[in-house]
Every structure is written in C-alpha cells, then in structure tokens.
C-alpha cells in the first residue's frame, strides 16, 4: 500500500521501517512543519494513513484525513476528551479510523486477559486491585492512554470498582491508577490484585517500539477500502 505517515518523531520512524519491511510505500511524511499538506489534501497517492504526533494536533490531523478520504490509524494519546467530535465527523464523512491507546499485539491480548482476570476477581471481595504503568520521562499524558483502557476493561467486568483515579486513594470503589516515570523505559503495564494471604499479578512489557509500529501498519492494511470506526480487537479478529 502508499502510506502516508504523520508524526515522524520517535515512533514515525520506526513505522517506516516496520511498513517497508512488509512491502509498502511511504509517499507522504507529515510533521509539524509540513502539515499544510495534510490539511489541503496533497496526499502523493497514499491510501492510508498512521498517526503518532501529539495530544494537541492529533484531532485536527484526524478531521483532515476524514476530509480527504484517508483511512487513518491513530496511535496519539491524550486527545479522548474529543472522541464524540472525532467519532460524528467519521461518521458524517464516511471516514476509516482505527484508534488505539495501544497498538501491540501483546498488550492487545493483554488488555483481553485483564478483563477475564476481572471477571473471575469480581466475586472475590477479598481482593484489592491496582493497575500500575511505567513510561519514559518524555511521555506527555499521565496516566498513559494504556493504562486507562486496562483501568476501563477492569472496571467494565468487576462490580465493585466505579471509577478510577491517578493517585493512591483509600476509597474502596475507586480503581488506582499508579504512574511511575524512569528514563528510557518503552512502556510496563500491572494490574495487581492483593489480598491479606497472596498477591497475583498480571504485567505486560514492551521490550521496544516495534510492537506498536507492527500492530499500527497491520490496522492500516486492516483499513484498507474500509469505512467506520474500529478497535484493535477487529484488526486482530478477537
Ligand atoms: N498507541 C500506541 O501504541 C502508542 C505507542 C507509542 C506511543 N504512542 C503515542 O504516540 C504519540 C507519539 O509518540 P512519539 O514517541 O513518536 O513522540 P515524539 O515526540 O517522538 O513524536 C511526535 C512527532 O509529532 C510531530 N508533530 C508535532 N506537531 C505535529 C502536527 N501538527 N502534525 C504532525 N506531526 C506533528 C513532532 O514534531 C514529532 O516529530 C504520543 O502521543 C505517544 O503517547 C502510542
């Protein structure tokens, strides 16, 4: 396929490499210096698009790509406040759009495993749980997009959390969210559930970035001569 990739920052790039190890073409690489060209729709021919820029530019790079035709996959954090602006537009366009707080594979069947763990954990009052993530010092959305998906799968199958929060808290229908920054961490994910006899502990961690830039082209080629809007999970068939 002709791709086109906007954000070429850490992930952009490995993007291209991941895309042109499986036989596409980059035609257009958006950043912010160059984004009127997204915005007037001089797209070289791509015929799908991967977003990884940054909270506050990925919704207006979204709306444009609805506006030229452009499936997109979005990886951007920290822009979800406008998921009901982005999901009519999609929809009042015919737009494509796969978004995701992360596209690995792995966390994917993570983000499964957290909500079957959640479902069995539910009737368990003697537990306690707590979801955990640990990023790089540069990640600009605290808690990380991930971390919420998982917080949201937990709270979707448990009965007793209601709500989350990103901070330790001793209210007992609230899910804490722990954020931890280190340097040059890709990316770990940890729900834990703790009792007064045992702990068990679920954990998901990213060796590198790859596993986001393959799962990021393989929603591409998901995308391809589709309209709608889709999760990570119909890509990977769950
Ligand atoms: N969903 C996932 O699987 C996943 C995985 C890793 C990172 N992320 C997210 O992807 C985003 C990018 O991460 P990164 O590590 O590559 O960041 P980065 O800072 O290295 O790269 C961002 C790039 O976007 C560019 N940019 C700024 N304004 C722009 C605009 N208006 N249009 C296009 N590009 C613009 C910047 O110049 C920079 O090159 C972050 O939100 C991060 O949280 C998501």
């Given at each position: 396929?002709?791709?086109?990739?906007?954000?070429?920052?850490?992930?952009?790039?490995?993007?291209?490499?991941?895309?042109?190890?499986?036989?596409?073409?980059?035609?257009?690489?958006?950043?912010?210096?160059?984004?009127?060209?997204?915005?007037?729709?001089?797209?070289?021919?791509?015929?799908?698009?991967?977003?990884?820029?940054?909270?506050?530019?990925?919704?207006?790079?979204?709306?444009?790509?609805?506006?030229?035709?452009?499936?997109?996959?979005?990886?951007?954090?920290?822009?979800?406040?406008?998921?009901?602006?982005?999901?009519?537009?999609?929809?009042?366009?015919?737009?494509?759009?796969?978004?995701?707080?992360?596209?690995?594979?792995?966390?994917?069947?993570?983000?499964?495993?957290?909500?079957?763990?959640?479902?069995?954990?539910?009737?368990?009052?003697?537990?306690?749980?707590?979801?955990?993530?640990?990023?790089?010092?540069?990640?600009?959305?605290?808690?990380?997009?991930?971390?919420?998906?998982?917080?949201?799968?937990?709270?979707?199958?448990?009965?007793?959390?209601?709500?989350?929060?990103?901070?330790?808290?001793?209210?007992?229908?609230?899910?804490?969210?722990?954020?931890?920054?280190?340097?040059?961490?890709?990316?770990?994910?940890?729900?834990?559930?703790?009792?007064?006899?045992?702990?068990?502990?679920?954990s998901h961690k990213a060796k590198n970035r790859e596993g986001f830039a393959l799962g990021a082209v393989l929603a591409a080629e998901f995308l391809n001569g589709k309209t709608g809007i889709y999760?990570?999970?119909?890509?990977?068939?769950?």
């Amino acid at each position: 396929m002709k791709l086109a990739i906007i954000g070429y920052g850490k992930m952009g790039k490995v993007i291209e490499k991941v895309a042109l190890n499986r036989g596409h073409e980059i035609v257009l690489k958006i950043d912010q210096d160059n984004v009127d060209l997204l915005q007037k729709g001089e797209l070289n021919g791509a015929e799908a698009a991967i977003e990884f820029s940054r909270p506050e530019s990925a919704v207006d790079n979204i709306l444009a790509c609805f506006q030229h035709n452009l499936p997109v996959a979005v990886g951007t954090t920290g822009w979800y406040e406008h998921w009901e602006k982005v999901k009519s537009e999609c929809e009042s366009k015919k737009g494509a759009i796969v978004a995701a707080t992360n596209f690995s594979v792995g966390v994917n069947l993570f983000f499964e495993l957290n909500k079957k763990l959640a479902e069995l954990m539910s009737k368990r009052d003697e537990y306690t749980a707590k979801v955990e993530e640990t990023h790089h010092t540069e990640k600009l959305d605290s808690p990380s997009g991930t971390a919420i998906t998982i917080a949201e799968g937990l709270i979707e199958k448990h009965s007793l959390y209601q709500n989350w929060e990103n901070q330790q808290t001793e209210k007992n229908t609230t899910l804490d969210i722990i954020s931890y920054r280190e340097a040059g961490v890709p990316g770990t994910h940890t729900v834990t559930y703790d009792s007064p006899i045992d702990q068990i502990s679920i954990s998901h961690k990213a060796k590198n970035r790859e596993g986001f830039a393959l799962g990021a082209v393989l929603a591409a080629e998901f995308l391809n001569g589709k309209t709608g809007i889709y999760q990570m999970k119909d890509v990977l068939n769950f």
